[in-house]
Nanobody, 120 residues
């Protein structure tokens, strides 16, 4: 399985951005998630969704602002980020897992990361 994340960039606080993660290979039945890592900090869970697209799970810090839709026909998961804050600045990684968890250790495959910078 290979994952290609894209869509990062510079956005002003309060703005929106949509990240994409295109998967190739055998991902049928897998859940997909997003994590992020800010400079000097550990990687943290952002959001995850199961194969059917139901029961999305979000970190408290992004609830109500981020959503994680997925398109199985395109083998792609998105991260729609609204009302962005400076503290959302990080490298965002997508990942694939057989089960939806918030711990990175459960994820089997990772994308290369895409940088999101939120300016004031």
């Amino acid at each position: 399985v290979q994952l290609q994340a894209s869509g990062g960039g510079v956005v002003q606080a309060g703005g929106s951005l949509r990240l994409s993660c295109a998967a190739s290979g055998r991902t049928f039945g897998y859940g997909m998630g997003w994590f992020r890592q800010a400079p000097g900090k550990e990687r943290e869970f952002v959001a995850a969704i199961n194969w059917s697209g139901g029961s999305p799970n979000y970190a408290d810090s992004v609830k109500g602002r981020f959503t994680i839709p997925r398109d199985n026909a395109e083998n792609t998961v998105y991260l729609q980020m609204n009302s962005l804050k400076r503290e959302d600045t990080a490298v965002y990684y997508c990942a694939v897992s057989r089960t939806i968890r918030s711990q990175a250790a459960w994820y089997d495959y990772w994308g290369q990361g895409t940088l999101v910078t939120v300016s004031s």
